[in-house]
Nanobody, 121 residues
Framework: QVQLVESGGGLVQPGGSLRLSCAAS????????MAWYRQAPGEQRDLVAL???????KYSDSVKGRFTISRDNTRNTVYLQMNSLEPEDTAVYYC???????????????WGQGTQVTVSS
């Protein structure tokens, strides 16, 4: 059973920083793209940042220059460093990964359970 477990959310003041982590566990052969999405109340779930195995990254326009996505392939973990946080960044943040489990022949898309980020004074 493959799982994604997120950590690092919480309450922070505007201008502050948080670092999210997401670790994949289970019988994993390969992990391809890893990403962070977010969903605010009443809104759709949107891509925040994505990183492929080789390190190429992509960001939504709203977080460029403030957020940094990175990954540690030895730990099957993806991170999201969030700086200069704004109230508009308040949302549930979800980890997403394209994982090839042992015993399968093609990648499967997995989601974490989500972690709340609240930016408020």
């Amino acid at each position: 059973q493959v799982q994604l477990v997120e950590s690092g959310g919480g309450l922070v003041q505007p201008g502050g920083s948080l670092r999210l982590s997401c670790a994949a566990s289970g019988r994993i052969r390969n992990i391809y793209a890893m990403a962070w999405y977010r969903q605010a109340p009443g809104e759709q779930r949107d891509l925040v940042a994505l990183i492929i195995r080789g390190g190429t990254t992509k960001y939504s326009d709203s977080v460029k220059g403030r957020f940094t996505i990175s990954r540690d392939n030895t730990r099957n973990t993806v991170y999201l460093q969030m700086n200069s946080l704004e109230p508009e960044d308040t949302a549930v943040y979800y980890c997403n990964a394209e994982i090839e489990p042992i015993g399968t022949i093609k990648p499967v898309n997995y989601w974490g359970q989500g972690t709340q980020v609240t930016v408020s004074s």
